[in-house]
C-alpha cells in the first residue's frame, strides 16, 4: 500500500447467514480478515492504513447475549490477545471509518467479495465530502486490496505450513479410515452395501476427532458411475462389490484447508479393468510431482499428466488410435478432454482453491493451446516459488459409450495429493494414506 501511494485498508470478516427460518448457517470467518487477526468472531471489522497502524472493531462483551451464543472478546482485551493497535466496539464503525478516512489518498477493500461493502464505503465517503469545506480532504482514489492479499497468501511461512501439515494428515487419516471401514463391511458379508453417506460420516468423525473444525468443502463421496460426476455430493447410492469408490475431501484445521483424493474398490481388490486405469492415473501424478519444484511453472504438472494420460487412453483403446492419432495428436487436438476434462491442480491455502494468480504477471503474453484444440493469446503461468502449496490430481473419467471398451464403462478414477513446493522438488503432505492400488488392497485386506 505504501509504494502504492498510501491510503487506509478497510477489511471485514464474513457476515452471519441464515439457513432458513430463525436458524443460521454454522458460522465461518472470512478468509482474509482472519489471516491477519486470527478472529473468528462475526462482526468485526480491521482498519489498516500504509503505515501498518491496525485497528480492530468487534462486539462488546455482553453478559445476556454470551448465555445464548458463547463467549465473546470484546475490544478490551483484543490487542493483547490479537496484537492490534487498538480496538473498539463495532457499534463506532461508521464514526471510527470516516475518522480514519479522512485527508488518506486512497481507500482499499477487496472488489467484489462482499456486495454491501461498496454501498458502505460510499456512504462513509459521502460524509467525508460534506465535510471537505472544513478542510477535510477525502480519499479521490478506490483501490483494490484482493491482490495485494492474494499475494501475501500465496506464499506459506513456516507456522501456516506446520498447520497445513496436519490438515492432510488428520485428512489422509480420514480416508485409510473410510477404506477400513468399507473393506471391513464387505469382509463381514460379501453381498452387503454401504451407502455413500455411510463413508461421509466416517470422514466427517475422523476430521473432528483430531481436531479438525470440519470439512474443507463438500465431501465427495461417489459410488460407482457416480465418480464420472466431477463435483458429486455423498448421496445415498449404494456402494457394492466390484465396484470402485471416488472419496474427493480434506478438512479444515485453524482456517486452513486440506483436499485429498482417493479412488478404492470396495471389496478391497481391484479388478484387471480398474488397475489398468488405476495405474495410468498413478503413473500421471508420478509424473506431475516429477516437474513439481521451485522454478518450473504451475502448468508444467499438467502437461506431464496429460501426455501420460494421452498415452493410456490410446494403450487401452480408451482413445482409437487410427481415429486421433498418436499422443502428440491427442494433445494437439484435446482429444483427451473427452476422459480428463479439469486441471491438474490448484493452489491451496485458506481456501480450497485459494488465492493467488495463476499467470506470471511480469512477462509478455505469448501463443499457448486453449486445451480445446486451439490457441490463445495470454501470459505464461506462473513460475512456482518455495512455500507455494498446490494440488496434483489427474484422473480418468469414462462414460459409458459405442466406442468405448465395456470393460471401462461408468470407473472414474481420481488420486489427488497435497504438495509444497520446495526448491529441489515437492513435499507431499498428504501421502499419510496409500496411493500405490497394492498398498491401498493391503491396507483393505488388513
Given at each position: 500500500?505504501?509504494?502504492?501511494?498510501?491510503?487506509?485498508?478497510?477489511?471485514?470478516?464474513?457476515?452471519?447467514?441464515?439457513?432458513?427460518?430463525?436458524?443460521?448457517?454454522?458460522?465461518?470467518?472470512?478468509?482474509?480478515?482472519?489471516?491477519?487477526?486470527?478472529?473468528?468472531?462475526?462482526?468485526?471489522?480491521?482498519?489498516?492504513?500504509?503505515?501498518?497502524?491496525?485497528?480492530?472493531?468487534?462486539?462488546?462483551?455482553?453478559?445476556?447475549?454470551?448465555?445464548?451464543?458463547?463467549?465473546?472478546l470484546g475490544p478490551e482485551a483484543a490487542p493483547a490477545v490479537l496484537g492490534v493497535?487498538?480496538?473498539?466496539?463495532?457499534?463506532?464503525?461508521?464514526?471510527?471509518?470516516?475518522?480514519?478516512?479522512?485527508?488518506?489518498?486512497?481507500?482499499?477493500?477487496?472488489?467484489?467479495?462482499?456486495?454491501?461493502?461498496?454501498?458502505?464505503?460510499?456512504?462513509?465517503?459521502?460524509?467525508?465530502?460534506?465535510?471537505?469545506?472544513?478542510?477535510?480532504?477525502?480519499?479521490?482514489?478506490?483501490?483494490?486490496?484482493?491482490?495485494?492479499?492474494?499475494?501475501?497468501?500465496?506464499?506459506?511461512?513456516?507456522?501456516?505450513?506446520?498447520?497445513?501439515?496436519?490438515?492432510?494428515?488428520?485428512?489422509?487419516?480420514?480416508?485409510?479410515?473410510?477404506?477400513?471401514?468399507?473393506?471391513?463391511?464387505?469382509?463381514?458379508?460379501?453381498?452387503?452395501?454401504?451407502?455413500?453417506?455411510?463413508?461421509?460420516?466416517?470422514?466427517?468423525?475422523?476430521?473432528?476427532?483430531?481436531?479438525?473444525?470440519?470439512?474443507?468443502?463438500?465431501?465427495?463421496v461417489a459410488a460407482g458411475a457416480n465418480a464420472c460426476v466431477l463435483h458429486y455430493?455423498?448421496?445415498?447410492?449404494?456402494?457394492?462389490a466390484g465396484e470402485l469408490c471416488l472419496v474427493d475431501a480434506g478438512c479444515e484445521?485453524?482456517?486452513?484447508?486440506?483436499?485429498?483424493?482417493?479412488?478404492?474398490?470396495?471389496?478391497?481388490?481391484?479388478?484387471?479393468?480398474?488397475?489398468?486405469?488405476?495405474?495410468?492415473?498413478?503413473?500421471?501424478?508420478?509424473?506431475?510431482?516429477?516437474?513439481?519444484?521451485?522454478?518450473?511453472?504451475?502448468?508444467?504438472?499438467?502437461?506431464?499428466?496429460?501426455?501420460?494420460?494421452?498415452?493410456?487412453?490410446?494403450?487401452?483403446?480408451?482413445?482409437?488410435?487410427?481415429?486421433?492419432?498418436?499422443?502428440?495428436?491427442?494433445?494437439?487436438?484435446?482429444?483427451?478432454?473427452?476422459?480428463?476434462?479439469?486441471?491438474?491442480?490448484?493452489?491451496?491455502?485458506?481456501?480450497?482453491?485459494?488465492?493467488?494468480?495463476?499467470?506470471?504477471?511480469?512477462?509478455?503474453?505469448?501463443?499457448?493451446?486453449?486445451?480445446?484444440?486451439?490457441?490463445?493469446?495470454?501470459?505464461?503461468?506462473?513460475?512456482?516459488?518455495?512455500?507455494?502449496?498446490?494440488?496434483?490430481?489427474?484422473?480418468?473419467?469414462?462414460?459409458?459409450?459405442?466406442?468405448?471398451?465395456?470393460?471401462?464403462?461408468?470407473?472414474?478414477?481420481?488420486?489427488?495429493?497435497?504438495?509444497?513446493?520446495?526448491?529441489?522438488?515437492?513435499?507431499?503432505?498428504?501421502?499419510?494414506?496409500?496411493?500405490?492400488?497394492?498398498?491401498?488392497?493391503?491396507?483393505?485386506?488388513?
Amino acid at each position: 500500500m505504501a509504494r502504492a501511494g498510501g491510503g487506509i485498508a478497510l477489511l471485514p470478516t464474513a457476515p452471519e447467514r441464515m439457513r432458513n427460518g430463525d436458524s443460521e448457517y454454522p458460522y465461518r470467518h472470512d478468509s482474509h480478515f482472519h489471516y491477519f487477526t486470527g478472529f473468528d468472531e462475526p462482526h468485526a471489522w480491521l482498519l489498516l492504513d500504509a503505515s501498518g497502524r491496525s485497528t480492530l472493531l468487534c462486539r462488546e462483551r455482553h453478559a445476556e447475549r454470551e448465555i445464548w451464543d458463547g463467549r465473546r472478546l470484546g475490544p478490551e482485551a483484543a490487542p493483547a490477545v490479537l496484537g492490534v493497535d487498538e480496538a473498539f466496539d463495532v457499534e463506532q464503525l461508521d464514526a471510527k471509518a470516516v475518522e480514519r478516512l479522512a485527508n488518506q489518498p486512497a481507500v482499499w477493500f477487496p472488489f467484489g467479495e462482499q456486495p454491501e461493502l461498496q454501498a458502505q464505503v460510499d456512504g462513509w465517503l459521502a460524509t467525508l465530502r460534506n465535510r471537505e469545506r472544513g478542510g477535510v480532504a477525502c480519499p479521490q482514489t478506490l483501490r483494490d486490496l484482493g491482490p495485494l492479499l492474494a499475494e501475501m497468501r500465496l506464499v506459506k511461512d513456516s507456522s501456516e505450513l506446520a498447520t497445513m501439515r496436519r490438515a492432510a494428515q488428520i485428512s489422509a487419516g480420514a480416508h485409510a479410515r473410510a477404506m477400513r471401514f468399507c473393506a471391513a463391511r464387505f469382509r463381514a458379508d460379501p453381498q452387503t452395501a454401504v451407502r455413500e453417506y455411510e463413508i461421509e460420516a466416517e470422514l466427517l468423525h475422523e476430521f473432528r476427532r483430531h481436531g479438525s473444525q470440519g470439512p474443507a468443502y463438500t465431501s465427495i463421496v461417489a459410488a460407482g458411475a457416480n465418480a464420472c460426476v466431477l463435483h458429486y455430493a455423498a448421496g445415498s447410492t449404494e456402494l457394492r462389490a466390484g465396484e470402485l469408490c471416488l472419496v474427493d475431501a480434506g478438512c479444515e484445521l485453524d482456517g486452513y484447508a486440506s483436499d485429498v483424493t482417493r479412488t478404492f474398490p470396495a471389496d478391497g481388490r481391484f479388478t484387471p479393468a480398474q488397475r489398468a486405469l488405476y495405474d495410468i492415473v498413478q503413473a500421471a501424478q508420478e509424473a506431475a510431482i516429477a516437474v513439481t519444484r521451485a522454478g518450473t511453472r504451475r502448468l508444467d504438472a499438467h502437461d506431464a499428466a496429460v501426455r501420460v494420460l494421452a498415452q493410456g487412453m490410446l494403450d487401452t483403446g480408451l482413445l482409437d488410435r487410427n481415429a486421433v492419432g498418436d499422443a502428440d495428436a491427442v494433445i494437439a487436438s484435446a482429444a483427451y478432454r473427452r476422459f480428463y476434462m479439469h486441471g491438474t491442480g490448484h493452489w491451496l491455502g485458506r481456501d480450497v482453491h485459494d488465492v493467488g494468480d495463476y499467470l506470471s504477471a511480469d512477462e509478455a503474453p505469448v501463443e499457448q493451446p486453449d486445451g480445446l484444440g486451439g490457441t490463445v493469446v495470454k501470459k505464461p503461468s506462473r513460475v512456482l516459488q518455495p512455500g507455494m502449496v498446490v494440488t496434483i490430481e489427474p484422473g480418468l473419467y469414462v462414460r459409458p459409450a459405442a466406442d468405448v471398451p465395456e470393460r471401462f464403462w461408468n470407473l472414474g478414477i481420481r488420486i489427488e495429493d497435497d504438495a509444497v513446493v520446495t526448491a529441489t522438488g515437492c513435499e507431499l503432505i498428504s501421502r499419510g494414506v496409500p496411493v500405490d492400488a497394492l498398498e491401498i488392497e493391503r491396507l483393505m485386506q488388513g
